[in-house]
C-alpha cells in the first residue's frame, strides 16, 4: 500500500515535465519503490539510474538528498538541468560502483533490475539503512529491501513482483559517451 507522503509526492511532481508521452511507463513502480524505502526528510539517497529524473524528483518531493549517478551523458546533464542542485547532485558514470566518498546513505536505490546486488553498494548502506532493488532474470524480477541491522548484517524482504528494465551491463564511461 502506498502512503500518503508518496501520494503528495507524486502529485507534486509532474510526469509530463520528464518523460515524453511515447515513453511514459506506469508510475506504479516509482511509487512502490518510493514507499519501500521509507524515504523520511533529511534521508540521504543514493539512486543508480537517473534516467529522465521523474524518480529522483519524487525521491526530492519526500524531502531527500539525492546523489543520482546515470551512465548515458546526454540523461545526466538533462537531470543536472531539471533538477534542484542544492537536493540533487548528478554523476555520469557506472552506477554499480555506487558513491563511496559520500556514503554511508540511509537508502541506496537502483533503478533497474539485476541478478544480484552489485558488490560495491551494500558498504555505501549506512547503519539501519536501506538497499531498494529489482532483483532477478530480465523476464521475472522480485523489488527487495535489504535493510541494515544494528549487528551489520542485512535482513531481506520481498515486496512484489515487478518487471524494470535490466542494469545496463559494465562498461567504459567513455564509451556512453559516443
Not at 511507463?25 to 539517497?45: C, E, F, M, N
Not at 539525492?66 to 557506472?94: H, N
Not at 555505501?124 to 527487495?144: D, I
Not at 535489504?146 to 535482513?155: A, I, K
Request: glycine content about 8%; aromatic content about 4%.
Amino acid at each position: 500500500m502506498i502512503g500518503p507522503e508518496v501520494e503528495r509526492a507524486l502529485a507534486i511532481v509532474s510526469r509530463e515535465a520528464f518523460t515524453p508521452v511515447h515513453a511514459r511507463s506506469d508510475a506504479k513502480s516509482v511509487a512502490l519503490v518510493a514507499q519501500a524505502a521509507g524515504i523520511t526528510p533529511g534521508s540521504r539517497v543514493l539512486e543508480v539510474g537517473t534516467g529522465a529524473g521523474y524518480q529522483t524528483a519524487v525521491l526530492v518531493a519526500l524531502g531527500a538528498q539525492v546523489y543520482t549517478i546515470e551512465r548515458v551523458a546526454a540523461l545526466a546533464e538533462l537531470a543536472r538541468a531539471r533538477l534542484p542542485a542544492q537536493s540533487v547532485q548528478v554523476r555520469m558514470g557506472d552506477g554499480r560502483l555506487g558513491w563511496p566518498e559520500a556514503a554511508p546513505f540511509d537508502v541506496v536505490l537502483l533503478g533497474a533490475s539485476a541478478p544480484t546486488v552489485p558488490p560495491a553498494l551494500l558498504p555505501q548502506v549506512g547503519p539501519g539503512g536501506r538497499l531498494v532493488a529489482p532483483l532477478g532474470s530480465p523476464t521475472r524480477q522480485q523489488l527487495v529491501v535489504l535493510q541494515r541491522m544494528p549487528w551489520g548484517r542485512f535482513r531481506r524482504q520481498v515486496i512484489a513482483d515487478v518487471l524494470f528494465e535490466p542494469l545496463a551491463p559494465a562498461q567504459d564511461a567513455a564509451k556512453t559517451l559516443q
